[in-house]
């Protein structure tokens, strides 16, 4: 960089154009260089645009521009008839309404993770309707995450932070079928793991894991949730104390396992580049992990020097065993082994981590769902590597896995499936989906673009897609979401900040193709999704009080009341009914602390209450059956009435008491 690049004078004067400009050939540089040159700007797929015939990343282009007023007219022109520009031949077969009708239910529980707002978003599929947020890694007023004790020892225990990137969702499974149990959530910003409990849709614990940084990957491990797996895709000293800080050829990226129950962490492995996404094979062997940057570098232009990155592919139970021969370094608690190219535990015909070659910075790993098969996206280079995975055990040469290499189009990023044997892959920079004929391309030349069935248009810049239950041993190959980045010009406009567009295209029709059904806005910004059968999932609707005996008490009317508990100290307990508290005042003298409990002893479904303390920052969202404490300093006298927040009866209005808090004197 030269000194003038680093005066903001210069940068202010350069226009939208020669930003874009500088960008694309950047881009076009990396392109250039991988093993497959990808299809010239040109050769593309043509939109139906009339007169203007631009290619599918000039259009990009024009509208990635910020500010390009004249291509954004060009677009809002074409906006309406985007939907229809498939180049596929079919589209018109029968779809099913995805529209669900007033009081009905939609077929499959979507959970979305929800990027940098750090929660999760429960979506019913297909209707696209959002059902609930499961706030995780972020405070969250209307459900009192973070607001009362337990969640606010939780949020504190997992690290202290206040928000998180939330990624990649997954279900846990049982002979390879999602059991409805458990979801896992990972925390790229801060290296973290969560688990949201599916009986109460809520967060149970948060593991801040040690020696990393970004947990990017997240996988559970099929068939049985034994391990659930985390990837840190930033390298870093390990541990990263100060040591080697100005010498990058010892920073590490490290791949963790975590027991699901305990939540804490078993072992670590760190290797050579930096890890990226990944997913198991189903048998409880192989952790399979896209990576890039092997060549170590720490600037873009170094990152992406070489021609080839190394997928990894873990060896779980001989790194089990190398963990219990001792065979590692204790780094801040926990055993961390050897796994680089160079390791004594990687020489020989028995490697615990495969290295293997392919086209530099592939994105992500996604296994088929007969776990024949782990795809790897190209990213840069227009194929998917596919590598399969019973000659991960058997073969020589590690390159001799892969045993297909479609092309599918510019900037793959993401592959889901349907139970058809057709994969379905994001096409980021061609804003596409790519249907293709998984068997076909193991018997296709490398680099055909013969297994590609059928493409269709989607708006834009897709990142991942999801098939139903298509992580899962049991896909269904109905509907598809595709977590488009960009929306552009498909809503109306609500300022400079725009709404992310999941598109919903229907994949149950081979003959007719596929068919995009819906647009749907969404908050910034979820990277992915996963969709379970509506019956797989057993909700409570009501909280059973055994669930939480022994961490907290249950309030009765007659247990309501208030108890010193010391000089300084008092205990409040108040049961929550329509439309009282079990207490109409209680007094506390100024400086005590307030451990207040507080019950809803209602069981009706769907009767809420809150309870919010004016001005000293609580508040407890109560669901039917459920105690939730808050513990305040009662530090300025005067009268404060706590309320419901819930709109709960004809008299929530009047649901509020008081706290009163005597000078102390
Ligand atoms: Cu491709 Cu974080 Cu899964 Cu985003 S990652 S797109
Ligand atoms: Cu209880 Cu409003």
């Not at 226009?15 to 593309?44: H, R, T």
């Not at 139906?48 to 015939?53: H, Q, R």
Request: proline content about 6%; glycine content about 10%.
């Amino acid at each position: 960089m030269s000194d003038s690049d680093n005066c903001a004078d210069v940068d202010e004067m350069k226009s939208p154009d020669e930003i874009f400009e500088e960008y694309e050939a950047k881009l076009n540089d990396a392109l250039a260089e991988v093993e497959e040159p990808p299809e010239k700007p040109g050769d593309g797929i043509r939109l139906g645009l009339g007169d203007l015939s631009l290619d599918r990343r000039d259009f990009m282009k024009a509208g990635a521009a910020v500010g390009a007023t004249t291509a954004l007219a060009g677009c809002s022109g074409f906006g309406g008839s985007g939907g229809q520009g498939t180049t596929s031949s079919g589209g018109h077969g029968s779809v099913p309404d995805h529209k669900v009708a007033p009081g009905e239910h939609d077929e499959y529980y979507g959970f979305w993770s929800a990027g940098h707002s750090g929660e999760v978003r429960v979506v019913g599929v297909p209707s696209m309707r959002e059902l609930m947020r499961i706030p995780v890694f972020n405070p969250e007023s209307a459900r009192g995450h973070g607001f009362d004790d337990q969640s606010k020892r939780l949020l504190e225990e997992g690290g202290g932070y206040t928000w998180g990137d939330s990624h990649h969702p997954n279900l846990s499974e049982t002979d390879g079928e999602y059991d409805g149990e458990y979801l896992f959530i990972n925390d790229k910003a801060n290296g973290r793991i969560a688990r949201v409990n599916l009986k109460y849709f809520e967060t149970d614990a948060i593991t801040d894991v040690p020696n990393v940084q970004a947990i990017h990957g997240c996988c559970i491990q099929s068939p049985d949730t034994d391990y659930v797996f985390g990837n840190s895709e930033f390298r870093t000293p390990i541990p990263n104390d100060g040591r080697d800080v100005k010498n990058p050829d010892e920073y590490e990226s490290v791949f963790t396992a975590m027991d699901p129950e305990s939540m804490e962490v078993q072992w670590q492995v760190r290797v050579d580049g930096n890890l990226d996404i990944l997913d198991t094979d189903k048998d409880g062997r192989w952790a399979i992990s896209s990576a890039y940057n092997d060549e170590e570098g720490v600037e873009v232009e170094e990152m992406t020097h070489d021609d080839r990155d190394y997928v990894k592919a873990f060896d779980v139970p001989k790194i089990q065993k190398a963990v219990d021969n001792g065979n590692y370094e204790e780094v801040n608690g926990i055993p961390v082994v050897d796994g680089t190219q160079d390791s004594k535990l990687n020489q020989g015909s028995d490697p615990i981590v495969r290295y293997i070659p392919t086209p530099k910075s592939p994105h992500c790993v996604e296994v088929t769902p007969d776990g024949k098969y782990a795809m790897v996206a190209g990213k840069l280079s227009p194929t998917v590597s596919i590598i399969d995975i019973e000659k991960l055990d058997t073969a020589d040469d590690p390159a001799d896995t892969i045993v297909g290499q479609p092309k599918v189009g510019l900037g793959p990023l993401h592959t889901t499936y349907d139970d058809r044997g057709h994969a379905y892959t994001s096409l980021f920079i061609d804003s596409q989906v790519a249907k293709w004929d998984i068997e076909k391309a193991v018997e296709a030349e490398k680099g055909s673009t013969d297994p590609v069935i059928e493409k269709i248009d989607v708006h834009y810049n897709p990142g991942h897609i999801q098939a139903t239950q298509a992580m899962s041993a049991d896909p269904q190959g109905d509907w598809l979401v595709v977590l488009n980045k960009l929306s552009k010009d498909r809503f109306l406009p609500v300022g400079p900040v725009h709404p992310d567009n999941d598109q919903l295209i229907y994949i149950g029709d081979d003959a007719a193709g596929m068919e995009l059904v819906a647009d749907e806005p969404v908050y910034p910004e979820p990277h992915d999704a996963i969709m379970v059968e509506a019956d797989k999932l057993d909700p409570a609707t009501v909280w059973d009080e055994s669930d939480y005996e022994g961490e907290k008490p249950y309030i009765s009317e007659d247990e309501s009341g208030i108890e010193r508990t010391g000089e300084k100290s008092v205990e409040v307990n108040v049961s929550v009914k329509r439309s009282e508290y079990g207490l109409r005042d209680f007094t506390v003298k100024e400086g005590d602390e307030v451990k207040l409990t507080a019950t809803n002893i209602e069981g009706s479904r769907d009767i809420l209450h809150g309870l919010a303390v004016p001005q000293y920052d609580v508040h407890l969202a109560l669901a039917p059956k459920d105690t939730r404490q808050a513990t305040f300093t009662a530090d300025d006298p005067g009268v404060y009435w706590f309320y419901c927040t819930y709109f709960c009866s004809a008299l929530h209005l009047e649901m509020r008491s008081r706290m009163i808090v005597e000078p102390r004197g």
